[in-house]
């Protein structure tokens, strides 16, 4: 089982940055894929970005570009920096993981919210 835990969302004005972390414990040497999904208001759950661990990331074309996902497999942590925000990024983030076994987990999940 892998225990996840988020910070750094907040409330941040159009076009500024906010940075989210994750930790990840547990059974952390099964993990390979670690990321962000959010959930805007009235949404489904959407991929925003991952990293497996050898380094390949993906991005939503929404975030390309504006978003970068880092990854320290010695501390077992997830970031994303989040820069040029806007309104639409307005949601709930949630750290994910998966493993080689096919196993999700997912974190509590940290609210953020951009101003106009």
């Known amino acids: 089982q892998v225990h996840l835990v988020e910070s750094g969302g907040g409330l941040v004005q159009a076009g500024g940055s906010l940075t989210l972390s994750c930790a990840a414990s547990?059974?952390?040497?099964?993990?390979?894929?670690m990321g962000w999904y959010r959930r805007a208001p009235g949404k489904q759950r959407d991929m925003v970005a991952v990293?497996?661990?050898?380094?390949?990331?993906n991005y939503a074309d929404s975030v390309r570009g504006r978003f970068t996902i880092s990854r320290n497999n010695g501390k077992n942590t997830v970031s994303l920096q989040m820069s040029s925000l806007q309104p639409e990024d307005t949601a709930v983030y949630y750290c994910?993981?998966?493993?080689?076994?096919?196993?999700?987990?997912w974190g509590q999940g940290t609210q953020v919210t951009v101003s106009s």
């Open positions: 994910y993981t998966n493993t080689y076994t096919g196993s999700d987990s």
């Open positions: 547990g059974l952390i040497s099964s993990i390979n894929t």
């Open positions: 990293v497996t661990r050898a380094g390949s990331t």
